[in-house]
């Protein structure tokens, strides 16, 4: 494990973490949206999405790892436990992607819905294209909603946060946990 930051925020590799999911050493937490974990969650992880996250649902012990898709959220979370005085929290350094990665299993429903980052795409494909035809055949002032999703896009890529992701995460289908 290594520390980062003054709140140590500390950060472990995917191998040091299936050891310890392997000994029971850690209580395994998912801070993705529902329709996320219901798709495909590391097994044994417990689901406390971070639109809803609440400190006191986490134990205090110190024995748990924080996760999410690539890190940026399970350190968001981290940084409410900090404020609710945790001393020091772990986070799985580069997410479930690290975990699937290095080869370990993770539990897969075939019936959940797609995919946050699929769904983003398709919402924003469909935007631009459709108001760069309107913006070609109707108005040029059609062009302001592609130039909007395009700026929008390059925020989340700096940014790793995707304010549409968060949006399309309240939608009444993707707060289902179908687990």
């Known amino acids: 494990m290594t520390t980062s930051g003054v709140n140590k925020l500390q950060t472990v590799n995917a191998q040091t973490l299936k050891q310890l999911v392997e000994q029971k050493a850690v209580t395994l937490i998912d801070v993705r949206e529902p329709a996320e974990y219901a798709g495909e969650h590391i097994p044994g992880a417990t689901l406390v999405s971070l639109s809803n996250f609440d400190p006191r649902k986490i134990p205090q012990d110190g024995s748990m790892v924080l996760y999410c898709r690539s890190g940026n959220r399970s350190a968001m979370a981290a940084q409410?436990?900090?404020s609710a005085g945790f001393a020091t929290v772990t986070h799985l350094n580069g997410g479930i992607g690290a975990w699937k990665e290095a080869g370990y299993p993770t539990n897969i429903n075939r019936k959940a819905p797609i995919s946050l980052l699929r769904q983003v795409q398709i919402i924003a494909g469909s935007s631009?294209?459709?108001?760069t035809l309107l913006g070609a055949f109707v108005s040029p002032w059609f062009l302001l909603v592609s130039g909007f999703m395009g700026a929008g896009l390059i925020y989340s890529g700096i940014t790793d946060t995707c304010i549409l992701g968060m949006?399309?995460?309240k939608l009444p289908y993707n707060r289902r946990s179908i687990v």
């Open 128 to 131: 631009i294209l459709i108001s």
């Open 80 to 82: 409410k436990l900090f």
């Open 167 to 169: 949006m399309v995460a």
